[in-house]
């Protein structure tokens, strides 16, 4: 299994701009999530999903848009990217069922630079 | 709003030594607790999870839970240089978006040869 797949691994943008970052897991895990980790802080959920065609906000949402189609791919666009918007992006994974605890799998990052 | 706080170090120790990582948290009603190591460029990598009060150990590592103190810590025996890295603190709430995590800023860890 290769696990969390993340593409790009790097991007530079410009003010304005739009860009989806790719994410993908084989694992069958019905959940999945988008953080951004900007340097020296934790991780802050942008957008999770509970399984194909349900997706939720998390934390910080605003300029950001996700969807899920398939099981084992969970896109994150960014419209109009702005400076803020530059950090790391991880996606990771979970399986959720009866007595399970929510252990999560991440991929590898995008680093997002917006000039 | 729910709060994961760790010390953000960072935390030296020699090579042999034990390390101690400490977290504590907002929510009494959390549920289960994890432990993420981050080597610098990387991604989190889960090393340890614990969901009941007390001690589990996995080879050098050992989490701690007193949900009475709502606290959780990571003791890292016999420290290498190689787990130089940052720990993250990992807490999933009781609250009803249970399906979260909330994470802590991370502790920056040196272990020196």
Redesign the interface.
């Known amino acids: 299994n290769a696990g969390v797949t993340q593409t790009p691994k790097f991007r530079i943008l410009k003010i304005g701009q739009s860009m989806t970052l790719q994410c993908t897991q084989d694992m069958n895990h019905n959940?999945m999530?988008w953080y951004r980790q900007d340097p020296?802080?934790?991780?802050k959920?942008i957008y999770?999903s509970?399984g194909a065609g349900i997706t939720d906000k998390?934390e910080v949402p605003n300029g950001y848009n996700v969807s899920r189609s398939t099981t084992e791919d969970f896109p994150l666009r960014l419209e109009l990217a702005a400076p803020s918007q530059t950090s790391v992006y991880?996606c990771a994974s979970s399986y959720?069922g009866a007595g399970n605890?929510?252990?999560?799998?991440?991929?590898?990052?995008t680093r997002l630079t917006v000039l | 709003q729910k709060e994961?706080e760790q010390n953000?170090g960072p935390l030296s120790v020699p090579e042999g030594a034990i390390a101690s990582l400490n977290c504590t948290y907002s929510d009494r009603g959390s549920?289960?607790f994890?432990w993420y190591r981050q080597y610098s460029g990387?991604?989190?990598?889960?090393i340890m999870?614990i969901?009941s009060n007390g001690d589990k150990e996995d080879g050098r590592f050992t989490a701690q839970l007193n949900k009475a103190s709502q606290y959780v810590s990571l003791l890292i025996r016999d420290s290498q240089p190689s787990d130089s890295a940052t720990y993250?603190c990992?807490v999933?709430e009781s609250s009803g978006s249970?399906?979260?995590?909330t994470?802590?800023?991370?502790t920056q860890l040196t272990v020196l040869p």
């Open positions: 959940y999530y020296g802080m934790g991780l959920l999770y509970v998390g991880f959720l605890y929510n252990e999560q799998f991440f991929g590898p990052g | 994961v953000s549920q289960s994890f990387k991604s989190p990598e889960l999870s969901y993250l990992a999933k249970a399906r979260q995590l994470f802590g800023s991370g």
